[in-house]
T-cell receptor, first 116, second 113 residues
Framework: GAVVSQHPSWVICKSGTSVKIECRSLDFQATTMFWYRQFPKQSLMLMATSNEGSKATYEQGVEKDKFLINHASLTLSTLTVTSAHPEDSSFYIC????????????FGPGTRLTVT | EDQVTQSPEALRLQEGESSSLNCSYTVSGLRGLFWYRQDPGKGPEFLFTLYSAGEEKEKERLKATLTKKESFLHITAPKPEDSATYLCAVQGISSGSARQLTFGSGTQLTVLP
């Protein structure tokens, strides 16, 4: 149980284009989803927290107009990187927390974004 | 502000050589301390949650313990497949209803055959 998927697993896009990453909780309802960014050999940096049906809460320094987050249902959250630039290249990971198991976060496999 | 420090940054062990990873934390009211395993290019895999000092949890060759200031992840007779980065995270009262995690920088474990 507690499986989270992400799609795509990797994507290459050109500078100036937008990319959408999907995060799904497959076997539980995720009341809260989190989006992280991870640079090579570094730990996870929380970007934003989203609750189903509400606007996302962004961490300090994260541009909300650049990283659009939508949590439209209890099983799906999306992260759209708008007008991507090479410095947005990174490993993006989502996690989900359910209402029943309030403590643990379960992570997706991550999406490798490369902007050329 | 919650803080997590993990040591060592990297650890190389021979197969069968037991050792411990350390996670020191400061938090204003601990809700939970979490251990995750992360393989290269993949998302973290949940291992344990510890809630109060004195608590211990085991899973195969791994055992996690918790005190009021730190947690240890003991690895007994490790195998090469235990090679991964081990991440420690805390969830404090300051995380509010969202219950965000604050992660340490991880310990990269390599177990040599």
């Amino acid at each position: 149980g507690a499986v989270v998927s992400q799609h795509p697993s990797w994507v290459i896009c050109k500078s100036g284009t937008s990319v959408k990453i999907e995060c799904r909780s497959l076997d539980f309802q995720a009341t809260t989803m989190f989006w992280y960014r991870q640079f090579p050999k570094q730990s996870l940096m929380l970007m934003a927290t989203s609750n189903e049906g509400s606007k996302a809460t962004y961490e300090q320094g994260v541009e909300k107009d650049k990283f659009l987050i939508n949590h439209a249902s209890l099983t799906l959250s999306t992260l759209t990187v708008t007008s991507a630039h090479p410095e947005d290249s990174s490993f993006y990971i989502c996690s989900a927390r359910g209402a029943v198991s309030w403590a643990e976060q379960y992570f997706g496999p991550g999406t490798r974004l490369t902007v050329t | 502000e919650d803080q997590v420090t993990q040591s060592p940054e990297a650890l190389r062990l021979q197969e069968g050589e037991s050792s411990s990873l350390n996670c020191s934390y400061t938090v204003s009211g601990l809700r939970g301390l979490f251990w995750y395993r992360q393989d290269p290019g993949k998302g973290p895999e949940f291992l344990f949650t510890l809630y109060s000092a004195g608590e211990e949890k085991e899973k195969e060759r791994l055992k996690a313990t918790l005190t009021k200031k730190e947690s240890f992840l003991h690895i007994t007779a490790p195998k090469p497949e235990d090679s991964a980065t081990y991440l420690c995270a805390v969830q404090g009262i300051s995380s509010g209803s969202a219950r965000q995690l604050t992660f340490g920088s991880g310990t990269q474990l390599t177990v040599l055959p």
